[in-house]
């Protein structure tokens, strides 16, 4: 998952990106409101940590001008205003989730993955599919219940392809969601990552989908198991 962290305090945003990156997302950041917004504007994020006290151009005409301009990614604000009338601005022009000043990162890295499940329709931090287990609160990986080491980039690929299980994702959206800004983006090593994924889980669950994409689902001999169920109705043919 990407994600842009825009806050002017540079050891703020600093830490709040270090402990992002340390979760597994590739992370962006901004110090200004003018940047943010055209960063929000002309990238593609999975969600937004956006301070609403920026110089140039505030947090609040930020999140309204992006709202405005359709962009729907999720968007946790942080503020140090104590009233509660900034806080409903904040919801009323689009904000998803608000932080208040001073914090504790892990609340915010909670609020993150909360924003994300619900952008993506899942209830749990857990992600499954078949014997293969993605928690995102420890960025571990487990199949069978034995824990695979994955490099970061595989543990993101992985990570988007499961929070987005059952639909093709192409190799440019993978490229946009995968890689900060600043990294030499490569469509062709994204095939790379997906063969070194197969590897290591042992199941294949990553199903190329040929002039599309990949695809997360469970494996075909797996969901004919669950078809054949005593007393199921044999399937139909043609």
Same mark, same amino acid.
């Given at each position: 998952?990407?994600?842009?962290?825009?806050?002017?305090?540079?050891?703020?945003?600093?830490?709040?990106?270090?402990?992002?990156?340390?979760?597994?997302?590739?992370?962006?950041?901004?110090?200004?409101?003018?940047?943010?917004?055209?960063?929000?504007?002309?990238?593609?994020?999975?969600?937004?940590?956006?301070?609403?006290?920026?110089?140039?151009?505030?947090?609040?005409?930020?999140?309204?001008?992006? =709202?405005?301009?359709? &962009?729907?990614?999720? /968007?946790?604000? !942080?503020?140090?205003? *104590?009233?509660?009338? #900034?806080?409903?601005?904040?919801?009323?022009?689009?904000?998803?989730?608000?932080?208040?000043?001073?914090?504790?990162?892990?609340?915010?890295?909670?609020?993150?993955?909360?924003?994300?499940?619900?952008?993506?329709?899942?209830?749990?931090?857990?992600?499954?599919?078949?014997?293969?287990?993605?928690?995102?609160?420890?960025?571990?990986?487990?199949?069978?219940?034995?824990?695979?080491?994955?490099?970061?980039?595989?543990?993101?690929?992985?990570?988007?392809?499961?929070?987005?299980?059952? =639909?093709?994702?192409? &190799?440019?959206?993978? /490229?946009?969601? !995968?890689?900060?800004? *600043?990294?030499?983006? #490569?469509?062709?090593?994204?095939?790379?990552?997906?063969?070194?994924?197969?590897?290591?889980?042992?199941?294949?669950?990553?199903?190329?989908?040929?002039?599309?994409?990949?695809?997360?689902?469970?494996?075909?001999?797996?969901?004919?198991?669950?078809?054949?169920?005593?007393?199921?109705?044999?399937?139909?043919?043609?």
């Amino acid at each position: 998952m990407r994600l842009l962290v825009v806050e002017d305090d540079r050891d703020l945003n600093r830490q709040i990106a270090t402990a992002l990156t340390q979760a597994g997302y590739a992370v962006d950041r901004a110090y200004d409101g003018e940047e943010g917004w055209f960063l929000g504007d002309t990238e593609s994020y999975d969600a937004i940590v956006l301070d609403l006290g920026l110089p140039k151009k505030d947090g609040i005409s930020v999140l309204k001008d992006w =709202r405005d301009a359709g &962009r729907a990614m999720p /968007v946790l604000i !942080l503020t140090a205003r *104590d009233r509660w009338s #900034d806080k409903v601005q904040g919801f009323d022009v689009g904000a998803d989730d608000y932080v208040a000043k001073p914090f504790h990162i892990e609340e915010v890295l909670a609020r993150i993955r909360a924003l994300l499940r619900r952008a993506t329709g899942h209830a749990s931090n857990e992600l499954t599919c078949g014997p293969v287990r993605l928690d995102t609160r420890s960025s571990r990986v487990l199949v069978d219940g034995n824990q695979i080491k994955l490099t970061s980039h595989e543990y993101r690929l992985l990570a988007y392809l499961m929070h987005h299980a059952g =639909r093709v994702v192409s &190799r440019s959206e993978l /490229v946009e969601h !995968l890689y900060d800004q *600043d990294f030499d983006r #490569d469509s062709n090593t994204i095939e790379v990552f997906v063969g070194r994924l197969r590897k290591k889980l042992g199941i294949d669950i990553i199903q190329t989908v040929r002039g599309l994409g990949y695809v997360v689902a469970e494996p075909e001999a797996e969901q004919a198991g669950k078809g054949d169920k005593p007393g199921a109705p044999a399937p139909k043919t043609s």
